[in-house]
């Protein structure tokens, strides 16, 4: 029998490495038992089918309604139910039969896809969930939720001023991007589209306030594939892997070679897991990367040139020295991530992420970062860039919103800062990241279990109301 494996999430969101080492280890075992196993791509169009899902769901809650009113004998009022169900309600007495019918057919064809990849693929692996499974006593809130908390604690603060009777003397905005882990296509259709903004601010991620960012490179090197061994290990860019899978051949020397460096790592047996710390790619000197860690443990045991970039020069060095010399300026270090590390029969490929001081020149930067890879047999190829933030600290809208967060806070020793990370705010004029928290708030942000508390929450929209009223409303 055929079984066909991805790892890949149907709408195009990082998946866990542990989700993604579980079909790894399944396909494996289905091989070893003399299954034909092959890697494949999932037909369907994932995100085109939430989309449609909601729709259906909307028009369905409309017409459950519907019913409900004809038992009542009344209108349903928001009060009858969940503000959620409230909005699938309303939407969804706005939506045509033909939108509605177009929906079922996107389901009709999404089906007919997976029977005809069932039929040459009678059994298909993919990961069940992007993200294991919590444990019962977790709250579980995800960076994007964390996100439209501070969106939704604007909102409010503007909503208490205009309730208030204020009228702004400034039309206002609030703009929301729709990918903002990924490639910040949604922000730059809107730039592209619409006026610019005369002053602004993100609120992300905390206080007191970021007027300048470091540049944001993110970047492949690839190079030639081995029959010697194969990795699998597809990480998110912007964060320093926490764990990193080995199930290969030579098993005990890499065990080995971990034990002489001193690497923590879980033994399963037939398989690893190499340990580290998790954190953004923004602090990476501050974690521990699992995956570098396997890399250097993989090149004491094999003769293999990319390997040899990690375990003779890179080392665990998170700021690119030991491969790039020290690159530095007012703003900081660069910090260096490498991610992912692939490895197949065809090809290598490594994943990298670089957070460039503000005055350095990112060309002569991936220049000197192309030559110097050459060496180890791999090539650069660009992803993505995102220039750096500067707003002069002396500027209106700095000192105007640093006010507003001490007299909020009598933090009086506050001072802008500068980050290695990446916001919205770089994307406009005139714009920095504000908010929304606060120094001393556990600090949760692309971890497990991330979280902000509601009181914390409750002083962020009473700093963004009061800087409103002093941008917008005076």
């Not at 702004?168 to 929301?176: A, V």
């Not at 000192?399 to 406009?428: C, H, N, W």
Request: with cysteine.
């Amino acid at each position: 029998m055929r079984v066909g494996f991805t790892t890949e999430s149907p709408v195009g969101t990082p998946v866990d490495p542990e989700a993604v080492a579980a079909v790894h280890q399944a396909a494996t075992f289905l091989e070893q038992n003399g299954f034909e196993v092959e890697e494949i791509e999932v037909p369907t169009d994932g995100r085109a089918l939430i989309d449609s899902y909601y729709l259906m769901n909307e028009v369905e809650t409309a017409a459950m309604f519907d019913q409900v009113e004809a038992s009542l004998g009344r209108a349903v009022t928001v009060d009858d139910m969940e503000p959620l169900t409230w909005a699938l309600y309303r939407t969804g007495r706005h939506i045509s039969a033909a939108t509605y019918s177009n929906a079922l057919a996107a389901w009709d064809q999404a089906g007919y896809q997976m029977a005809t990849l069932h039929e040459a693929y009678p059994l298909v692996l993919t990961p069940t969930t992007a993200m294991t499974a919590p444990r019962i006593d977790q709250t579980m809130v995800s960076e994007a939720q964390l996100d439209q908390m501070r969106d939704i604690d604007a909102l409010f603060a503007l909503k208490a001023l205009l309730d208030a009777g204020m009228v702004p003397t400034k039309r206002i905005r609030f703009i929301f991007g729709t990918d903002e882990e990924i490639l910040w296509r949604g922000i730059a259709k809107y730039n592209e589209k619409e006026a610019p903004i005369d002053m602004g601010f993100s609120p992300d991620p905390e206080f007191p306030l970021t007027y300048a960012e470091k540049g944001l490179q993110q970047a492949y090197l690839i190079g030639p594939g081995t029959d010697l061994f194969a990795l699998h290990m597809d990480n998110a860019m912007n964060a320093v892997p926490g764990k990193a899978d080995y199930d290969g051949p030579k098993l005990t020397e890499v065990k080995a070679a971990l034990d002489q460096h001193g690497f923590e790592y879980e033994d399963h047996g037939t398989s690893i897991t190499v340990l580290g710390k998790s954190v953004h790619a923004m602090n990476a000197p501050q974690g521990v990367n699992a995956v570098l860690r396997l890399c250097i443990a993989l090149d004491d045991v094999f003769d293999f040139a990319p390997l040899d970039l990690i375990g003779k020069c890179f080392l665990e060095d998170a700021t690119g020295q030991n491969l790039l010399g020290k690159v530095a300026d007012e703003s900081g270090q660069l910090t260096f991530n490498i991610s992912s590390f692939e490895v197949s029969p065809k090809e290598t490929r490594l994943q990298i992420d670089l957070r460039i001081p503000v005055t350095i020149d990112r060309e002569q930067l991936v220049a000197q970062l192309s030559k110097r890879v050459q060496k180890y047999g791999l090539t650069y190829k660009h992803f993505d860039y995102l220039a750096p933030l500067y707003v002069p600290k002396e500027s209106k809208l700095v000192q105007t919103l640093m006010k507003v967060y001490q007299d909020a806070t009598g933090d009086l020793k506050a001072e802008p800062q500068i980050s290695g990370g990446a916001t919205f705010a770089r994307t406009m004029h005139n714009c920095v990241a504000f908010g929304g928290m606060l120094p001393g708030v556990p600090d949760y942000m692309h971890q497990a279990n991330e979280q902000w508390p509601l009181d914390s929450m409750a002083k962020t929209m009473e700093i963004y109301a009061v800087a409103l009223k002093q941008l917008c409303f005076e």
